[in-house]
Nanobody, 122 residues
Framework: VQLQASGGGLVQAGGSLRLSCAAS????????TAWFRRAPGKEREFVAA???????YYADSVKGRFTISRDNAKNTLYLQMNSLKPEDTAVYYC?????????????????WGQGTQVTVSS
């Protein structure tokens, strides 16, 4: 499976962006998928996940502002980001095929996209 993230950019605080992650391969619909991010000088951290069942999970820092979704017919994962804050500035990565139990840790994902930069100005 190959993942291609896109949709990042520069936005003012309070604005919105939608990230997309296009996946190759017919097994995408059976994978649990997620978004992570890495801010400058920090470790990669969990943002949101959507299981193959459709169940979603969010980091507390983005709950109520971000929405994760997927379109299995298009093999695409999305992250709608609203009310963006400067602290949301990071490189955002999509991930697929959770092989762990929480699906909230970097080490639990088998496939990764290349990352897309999101910069939120104050």
């Amino acid at each position: 499976v190959q993942l291609q993230a896109s949709g990042g950019g520069l936005v003012q605080a309070g604005g919105s962006l939608r990230l997309s992650c296009a996946a190759s391969g017919r097994a995408f619909s059976s994978y649990s998928t997620a978004w992570f991010r890495r801010a400058p000088g920090k470790e990669r951290e969990f943002v949101a996940a959507i299981m193959w069942t459709g169940t979603t999970y969010y980091a507390d820092s983005v709950k109520g502002r971000f929405t994760i979704s997927r379109d299995n017919a298009k093999n695409t994962l999305y992250l709608q980001m609203n009310s963006l804050k400067p602290e949301d500035t990071a490189v955002y990565y999509c991930a697929a095929q959770c092989i762990g139990t929480t699906c909230r840790r970097v080490a639990e994902y088998h496939y990764w996209g290349q990352g897309t930069q999101v910069t939120v100005s104050s």
